[in-house]
């Protein structure tokens, strides 16, 4: 009684601070209209900035030594194992061989290697390995360094296949897998890259083994595609750093994640910082990688590390927590000690989340590999950018398609990895039948490569020998864009938008000062998510406006608003009607799926081919970019109520329309939620992307950075894109908490 | 049983679930009821429980489902750490156990089965069984020979390269009793291992522990929520509600002698004749005067039954194991608790 009693009172509260907050907000507004409003109340006035930018560049510049120095040691590590993956898949010149290096690049492989098995001969056969590929380095020169180094790795090969065959364990086979990985880099130093069949030969067994046909298909398909239309090289200078970033991020994230599960005070320091990190938008992360780590595929490579651990971070711990308390009582039981609980129970035990971290992880890594052509990385995200750039829309139009394949393949590889459990083998059955996908996976590899020896055409694809059609897509998009009906649609749609719609918009977002803005912001999130979201959002715009980036904080946020607005236009109606049915949905979802792995980047494409480079073009990259969670959530929420609850209304004699409005929505529009939440994230992050077509907001004015070393003014910027994100994520995110629980669905 | 100091020995254990149990466990007044306790926001997972298990023992707890059951058994291997009071093993009290002592204590003495399997799903059958050992630091071999053992043992021979989700649940609940058979514990935490088996492997297990229990004098602490297997084989049963164990005894005087008007209700269904045994209406003394043959102290009154109706000597001369006879037993008692007194 008592309770309810205050929480009237609370309410009645809440609401007045809501109404008159409101009050205040639309005052300053009038205020402005009849011209009384004091100066400091419409802008934030000059003077009254605080320098954060160059407080934070003075601290920089006078660590600048210091941090740098550890950095570069980094870097060069880093860059020793790009250099060996650059080589391999494209024939770049390695020329330093540097002890240390080795360590770097067989240390984590021993890890890793010991992780998986938990065996103690798995590590000491990888030590020993790496021990004396160092000792050979610091005692034999470099020619004769490899001779010997030819004969070691035979003599491990052998022993390698006779353990297998004597001794039927794995451990051994994995060791196989490292002495040949070594003898592939090595042979990589005099052969030269490896031949395009080889690679898409294992990748269609791989493909195979996890997942059929299908995926078989698609591992070699896509290899075979890249190569035939002549972006091999591209595509293998994308990869060999995202070769070297996911499993780098993997890990990094991987122990992050596990010490913020066993030290909960960490993992409370570290949350904000992660929410932070998952919003900044990626030039933020772009430049100091390229202050800190050189131009070119390290800093690259770093910015991508940095930018894919966050999810694998929270994937760790998730899976760690979820791990059933009966299975960690088994293992106490057991008398595991605290090493053998974590290496034996809770990680194995957490296989699913932390494979699914994987997949984020590489999926983040591919979309940012592509995105790092800003700051000069080759491959095919910088001839993307180029092709754009000159728009020649043909090759850009290919390019596309093979990142799109790219991303796809690796999505589904790495999601069927996931639900792929072990089986159980006949007992009796031979050791080749137990490993006969490994041993398929080692004859497609070296098969190809003693046929592309004799056959150059399945070694390296020449100048004149592929298929690209660059030049006739070219002529046929320009060409389909020349017809009258299309040029006046999309003439009539850019103007319209820009001059009715998006022009009068922003103009109205600038006009409005900025405390009622801020106040409104709050309102809003009062109203919407509670008191804690409204208190940050208070927080976040202010230290925005306090910046003195209002304006352009504005402009993006009018960018993202309308796009937004446009996309729930648009995709609403078609995830209604699509939700209908079950056939259509299925497909749908299909799609989103796979919409949702493309590398944001290609959103670009489609926009500045219909409508040039200008606001609409902008507008629509990010429109079709939010389209996919929109739609994607929205089927899933009205899907996902439950069959009584129709079946009532339809008892209740509710017309199909009185059913939507007033039973399936309200059930759906938590899950819905989430998706347009989703939607304003990936807004966030798009249009900063745009900023390469031209934009006048923060996105432009972070592209600007990135020419000079102006970290201080960066990161300023990239702290308010993320902030004004954050606000948007934490209202809405809390209230689909307290909607889920209202409606009894959690 | 022996008088031989107990293995497990429970003083005033508690165990609250709740916000800082500890300090609410200090200031908690004197008979508060389960039900304030919970009024408080607690739990009381057990509550104030006192019992010794001696060596070669079988203690079977009994309960209603949320009763304390598992969680008694998880305060006496320190699975949960307890609230209040103390338990001992072999006079070594075990919340003093430092983390590697502790380690030690569980490789070499303890085994459990889990009341829902707790089976490592991504190992094969084989590997889980093999787990324990692995922990031991058993070698390969070894390891493998007497997992390959077990598993025969419990029938699922010709599964070892399974994996969990591939087996039904009742094969699960094996592969968890091969798990505990491997290292052949002294002290054995057994959490309703034959739930889900089949009545036929049920009885062949239930033989199985007995064999080792009086081979090899295990102690063992049972928890089941079928009387007739608690009958089969309990040296003593303990009743609990609400996380208190309402009586500890062997079974025939829980039968005859109820503590608690909750233990008569926990009781009344079970067919008395099958408890009682001769021994417990016996009146110790031996009267020559009667003659005829005598009847063994161990059989129940059920097993009795037709003597009982055919013989119609008043009283029974009844002797020990060792043929010796020790008392006598009245023929009307002893009808009176085969047809149940009406
Ligand atoms: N980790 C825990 N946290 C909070 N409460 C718990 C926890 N473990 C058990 N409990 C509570 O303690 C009480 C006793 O649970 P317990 O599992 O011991 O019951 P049980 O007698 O084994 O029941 P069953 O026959 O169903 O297995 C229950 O009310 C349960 O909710
Ligand atoms: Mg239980």
Not at chain 1, 219 to 241: C, N, R
Not at chain 1, 291 to 301: Q, R
Not at chain 2, 164 to 191: H, K, M, N, T, Y
Not at chain 2, 246 to 274: H, S
């Amino acid at each position: 009684m008592q309770n309810s009693i205050s929480d009237k009172y609370k309410i009645i509260n809440d609401k007045s601070i809501l109404w008159s907050l409101l009050a205040l907000s639309i005052l300053f507004v009038i205020a402005k209209i009849i011209g009384v409003l004091p100066e400091f109340l419409n802008r934030m006035p000059e003077e009254a900035i605080p320098r954060y930018a160059e407080t934070l560049d003075k601290g920089f510049n006078n660590n600048r030594d210091w941090m740098t120095s550890i950095t570069r040691f980094f870097s060069e590590r880093l860059e020793f194992q790009l250099k060996v993956m650059a080589h391999l898949f494209y024939g770049a010149r390695v020329h330093f061989f540097n002890p240390i290096d080795w360590v770097s690049l067989t240390f984590p492989a021993t890890a890793f290697v010991y992780f998986i098995d938990g065996r103690k001969i798995a590590l000491v056969t990888a030590s020993v390995i790496s021990l004396t590929a160092v000792l050979f380095t610091f005692f034999i020169g470099e020619e004769t360094q490899l001779t010997f180094m030819w004969v070691f790795l035979g003599l491990s090969a052998v022993g390698a296949i006779y353990l297998i065959i004597k001794h039927e364990v794995m451990s051994p086979i994995i060791v196989l897998g490292i002495v040949s990985i070594y003898a592939v880099i090595l042979n990589g130093y005099k052969l030269g890259p490896l031949p395009w069949s080889s690679i898409a030969a294992t990748a269609a067994v791989l493909g195979y083994y996890l997942g059929g046909w299908r995926l078989a298909l698609l591992g070699g398909g896509t290899f075979i595609w890249t190569a035939l239309i002549g972006q091999w090289k591209l595509a293998m200078e994308t990869l060999s750093v995202l070769v070297v970033a996911a499993p780098v991020s993997f890990v990094i994230g991987l122990m992050l994640g596990i010490a913020a599960w066993k030290f909960t005070k960490f993992d409370k320091f570290l949350r904000p910082l992660l929410s932070v990190l998952q919003t900044l938008p990626f030039f933020t992360y772009l430049l100091p990688a390229v202050i800190f780590f050189k131009v070119g595929p390290t800093a690259g490579a770093m910015a991508t590390i940095i930018y894919a651990i966050p999810p694998m971070i929270l994937m760790t711990t998730l899976g760690l927590k979820k791990v059933s308390p009966e299975i960690v009582e088994a293992g106490k039981m057991a008398g595991c000690s605290r090493f053998q609980m974590l290496s034996k129970v809770y990680i194995p035990a957490a296989r699913t989340e932390l494979l699914v971290g994987l997949n984020q992880v590489i999926m983040l890594c591919l979309a940012m590999v592509v995105l790092t052509a800003f700051i000069g990385m080759p491959g095919l995200g910088a001839k993307l950018l180029a092709m754009m750039n000159s728009f020649k829309l043909g090759r850009s139009f290919e390019i596309g398609v093979t990142i799109v394949l790219v991303a796809v393949m690796l999505d589904r590889l790495s999601k069927a990895w996931v639900v792929k459990q072990p089986v159980h083998f006949e007992r009796g059955a031979p050791w080749w039948e137990r490993h006969f996908f490994l041993l398929a996976a080692i004859v497609a590899f070296f098969g190809f490569m003693l046929f592309s020896m004799e056959v150059q055409f399945a070694d390296q694809i020449g100048r004149k020998q592929h298929f690209s059609k660059g030049k006739e897509i070219d002529g046929l998009i320009k060409g389909f864009l020349d017809i009258d009906a299309v040029q006046a649609v999309t003439g009539w749609l850019r103007w319209f938008l820009i001059t009715k719609v998006l022009i009068p918009f922003r103009d109205l977002l600038l006009w409005v000062p900025t405390s009622s803005f801020i106040l409104f912001i709050t309102v809003f999130s009062l109203w919407l998510g509670g008191k804690k979201p409204a208190i940050y959002a208070f927080l976040f715009f202010s230290f925005v406006a306090s910046t003195g980036w209002w304006d352009r904080s504005v402009i993006t946020l009018y960018t993202v608003i309308s796009a937004v607005a446009l996309a729930m236009i648009i995709g609403l109606p078609m995830a209604i009607s699509a939700a209908r049915s079950e056939k259509w949905s299925k497909r749908i979802l299909l799609f989103c799926d796979t919409a949702q792995t493309f590398p944001s980047f290609i959103y670009l494409l489609p926009a500045i081919m219909l409508f040039g480079i200008n606001d609409v073009a902008v507008i629509f990259s990010i429109l079709i970019f939010t389209l996919v969670p929109l739609i994607r959530y929205t089927v899933e929420g009205l899907r996902g109520v439950p069959p009584e609850m129709t079946e009532a209304a339809d008892m209740a004699g509710a017309s199909r329309f009185q059913k939507l409005i007033n039973v399936q929505l309200p059930l759906a529009l938590p899950t819905m939620a989430v998706g347009f939440n989703q939607a304003i994230m990936f807004a966030f992050f798009m249009v900063i992307i745009a900023a390469f077509i031209g934009t006048q907001d923060l996105g432009q004015e972070l592209q600007r950075t990135l020419a000079g070393t102006d970290l201080g003014k960066n990161f300023v910027l990239g702290l308010c894109v993320s902030l004004m994100a954050l606000t948007f994520d934490q209202t809405i995110m809390s209230w689909t908490e307290k909607r889920k629980k209202a409606l009894g669905l959690k | 049983m022996t008088n031989s100091n107990p293995v497990i020995s429970c003083k005033n254990v508690w165990k609250l679930f709740g916000f800082a149990p500890e300090k609410y466990l200090k200031n908690l007044p004197e008979n508060k009821s389960y039900e304030e306790i919970q009024a408080d926001g607690y739990i009381a997972g057990v509550k104030d429980v006192s019992v010794d298990v001696f060596k070669g023992e079988m203690l079977v707890i009994m309960g209603l489902s949320g009763s304390g059951k598992s969680t008694l058994l998880r305060c006496m291997s320190r699975l949960h750490d307890i609230t209040g009071g103390t338990i001992a093993i072999d006079d070594q009290d075990i919340m003093s156990l430092e983390e590697k002592e502790l380690i030690e204590l569980r490789r070499n003495k303890m085994g459990m089965v889990f009341q829902s399997f707790g089976l490592l799903p991504h190992r094969s059958v084989l590997e889980n069984v093999a787990f324990p050992l692995e922990m031991r630091g058993q070698n390969k071999h070894d390891r493998r020979d007497r997992a390959l053992e077990v598993i025969k043992l419990v029938g699922l021979e010709g599964r070892e390269d399974y994996f969990p989700r591939e087996l039904s649940g009742g094969q699960q609940q094996r592969v968890g009793i091969a798990r505990s058979l491997a290292i052949e514990p002294d002290i054995w935490f057994l959490d309703e291992p034959f739930s889900a088996l089949d009545p036929l492997i049920r009885r062949e297990m239930q033989d199985e522990f007995l064999r080792l229990q009086d081979m090899l004098g295990k102690t063992i602490i049972f928890v089941t929520h079928d009387f007739d297997e608690a009958l089969r084989l309990a040296d003593r049963i303990a009743i609990m509600k609400d996380g208190a164990i309402e009586q500890c005894d062997t079974p025939d005087k829980i039968v005859l002698n109820p503590a608690t008007e909750y233990v008569a209700k926990f009781t009344q269904e079970i067919d008395t004749a099958r408890v009682v045994r001769a021994k417990t209406l016996m009146k110790p003394g031996n009267k020559k005067s009667i003659s005829g043959p005598a009847l063994s102290e161990n059989a129940t009154i059920q097993e009795l039954a037709r003597t009982l109706i055919n013989d119609t000597r008043k009283e029974f001369p009844i002797q020990n194991e060792s043929g010796k006879i020790t008392g006598t037993m009245n023929r009307q008692e002893a009808l009176e608790v085969l047809l149940g007194d009406e």
